[in-house]
């Protein structure tokens, strides 16, 4: 089955530090990759997403490459902020055979800034 | 604004009440989702709707019930509340067309079981 690993947190950054989310995947297809944040007391939003091999998915700063050889979906940023604390989940969406597409989420990387 | 929808945002039921979590979506979506989220465990799915008039159990089913009102309500019952539902409850719907278009989450159900 699918399945995606994240790297487990907290993280703690100082402003302006480069991140670093790490984020692989087993998937049985050809799956299309998330990274999903979800801020204090809300709902999931979408950050970015890659649909096929080498696509990079990019958004507010943020950017992650989808690397089939490695099967990797690593989120980056280079210079975070204190607005950027936030719950961090990665997942894929593959064809459940069902006529809809699961997703599958890692289990959330919590990351906070410090000024 | 367009979105996902849901109600209540906070509820406390005392163990064996039974309620129902309402959701709707207003982006003429095919496929609907109910989601738990536990510290440590992620988002796991209880139910999904592929389309209108279908439903079929996610990851953890057991002791939830679902109902597919029609295209744009999906609703989640608890028939005998336990403390072990004790959560964070999402919807999610999506175009469902294929895998590319993500879901879009409502901002939540805080569920207490006491």
């Known amino acids: 089955g699918n399945s995606v690993t994240q790297m487990e947190g907290p993280v703690t950054l100082s402003e302006e530090a480069f991140l670093t989310i790490n984020c692989t995947y087993t998937a049985t297809g050809y799956p299309s990759l998330f990274w999903y944040v979800q801020y204090p007391g809300e709902g999931l939003q979408l950050l970015l997403k890659?649909?096929?091999?080498?696509d990079k998915g990019s958004n507010k700063g943020f950017e992650a490459t989808y690397r089939k050889e490695t099967t990797s979906f690593h989120l980056e940023k280079g210079s975070v902020q204190v607005s950027d604390s936030a719950v961090y989940f990665c997942?894929?969406?593959?064809?459940?055979?069902?006529?809809?597409?699961?997703?599958?989420f890692g289990k959330g990387t919590k990351l906070s800034v410090i000024p | 604004n367009a979105g996902v929808t849901q109600t209540p945002k906070f509820q406390v039921l005392k163990t064996g009440q039974s309620m129902t979590l309402q959701c709707a979506q207003d982006m003429n979506h095919n496929s609907m989702y109910w989601y738990r989220q536990d510290p440590g465990m992620g988002l796991r799915l209880i139910y999904y709707?592929?389309?209108?008039?279908?439903?079929d159990k996610g990851e953890v089913p057991n002791g939830y019930n679902v109902s597919r009102l029609n295209k744009r309500e999906f609703s989640l019952r608890l028939e005998s509340a336990a403390p072990s539902q004790t959560s964070v409850y999402f919807c999610?719907?999506?175009?469902?067309?294929?895998?590319?278009?993500?879901?879009?989450f409502g901002s939540g159900t805080r569920l207490t079981v006491v």
């Open positions: 997942a894929l969406s593959d064809n459940s055979g069902a006529g809809s597409y699961q997703l599958t």
């Open positions: 890659a649909t096929k091999a080498d």
């Open positions: 999610a719907s999506s175009d469902g067309q294929g895998s590319g278009y993500g879901y879009t």
């Open positions: 709707s592929a389309s209108e008039g279908t439903t």
